[in-house]
């Protein structure tokens, strides 16, 4: 892996990072013992104006957001590459960042040969809202050497693309939209009960009655009053119940949902903090000069000899 000396000699002669509105020296004061720090260009949210032919992506990106939580974003981040093909790299967040709440969901490796930007997708696991801006650290990026051949061919990055906003959702895994359906679809068979039992409670007012007003009225007018006013609201309490149990049914597929749901947020928050575990376990064998390591999809293997 490579030290703080050897990245700012890159920087220098090779040009393997750089700004388009500053010089190197702000790359340089941001690179640590072995690392190099990432900053904001511009911040991209969900919106479906930006599908407009007229609408440029590079004007639509936003230089401050305070991210809710819950809300995701995509992060055009301001340093080009251009690495050589014995120089690869690997991204993921800072510790400060995720302290914060904020998790990114497509931390990895870059390759070889890569040339131009990279964008990352944020999303606001905490239960406050935070600022991010332009400039700010977003990212940490490790450097190593490659063993062996890489192969021809440049790969080019061109940063944030009208696609990768419109397939942003404005909340993490859509829930902005599923939990109020769902909260609404509870609240609403919630209502529809009380109604069936205020209608089931009139009914049996109108039973009683004609049973109370024996003496008043003849058995001919108790007889029109059950067959126009009586068993049609029978009628309407039984069909009412036959829908509440249907309601009810529905009620609990929908629990089971949301249940599911929860638990699909448990297993990609386990997925992430599995990734930063196979990071911090190469940055150990990196700095200890063990055996080389293969970057297998997100996750980190020990090659042994």
Not at 136 to 146: E, G, P, Q, S, Y
């Amino acid at each position: 892996m490579l030290g703080r000396s050897e990245i700012i000699k890159l920087v220098d002669d090779n040009n393997i990072l750089s700004l388009d509105d500053c010089s190197s020296e702000d790359i340089k004061n941001r690179t640590q013992a072995s690392s190099v720090d990432l900053t904001i260009k511009s911040i991209y949210v969900a919106d479906k104006n930006i599908s407009k032919s007229k609408v440029d992506i590079c004007s639509a990106g936003l230089d401050l957001i305070d991210l809710e939580p819950g809300q995701t974003v995509v992060i055009q981040v301001a340093e080009k590459f251009a690495l050589p093909s014995t120089i690869g790299g690997i991204i993921f967040p800072p510790n400060s960042m995720s302290k914060s709440g904020i998790i990114m969901t497509n931390p990895g490796h870059i390759d070889p040969l890569f040339k131009g930007y990279i964008s990352v997708y944020l999303v606001n696991m905490g239960k406050s809202s935070v600022r991010l801006k332009r400039e700010d650290k977003v990212a940490t990026l490790l450097l190593f050497h490659i063993n062996g051949t890489t192969g021809e061919g440049n790969i080019t990055g061109r940063g944030v693309s009208k696609e990768q906003v419109l397939t942003l959702s404005k909340d993490f895994a859509s829930l902005d939209t599923r939990m109020p359906k769902l909260l609404n679809s509870v609240i609403r068979k919630q209502a529809i009960i009380w109604a069936s039992l205020a209608v089931s409670v009139v009914a049996l007012s109108f039973t009683l009655i004609p049973i109370l007003s024996e003496q008043i009225f003849t058995n001919k007018i108790i007889d029109a009053f059950q067959l126009e006013h009586v068993e049609p609201l029978v009628r309407v309490s039984n069909e009412q119940q036959k829908e509440l149990v249907t309601l009810q049914k529905d009620l609990e597929e929908k629990t089971q949902q949301l249940d599911d749901l929860r638990s699909k947020l448990s297993e990609k928050d386990s997925q992430i903090q599995n990734l930063l575990y196979d990071v911090d376990r190469l940055f150990i064998m990196l700095n200890n000069k063990e055996a080389p390591v293969n970057i297998k999809g997100h996750g980190v293997e020990k090659v042994e000899n």
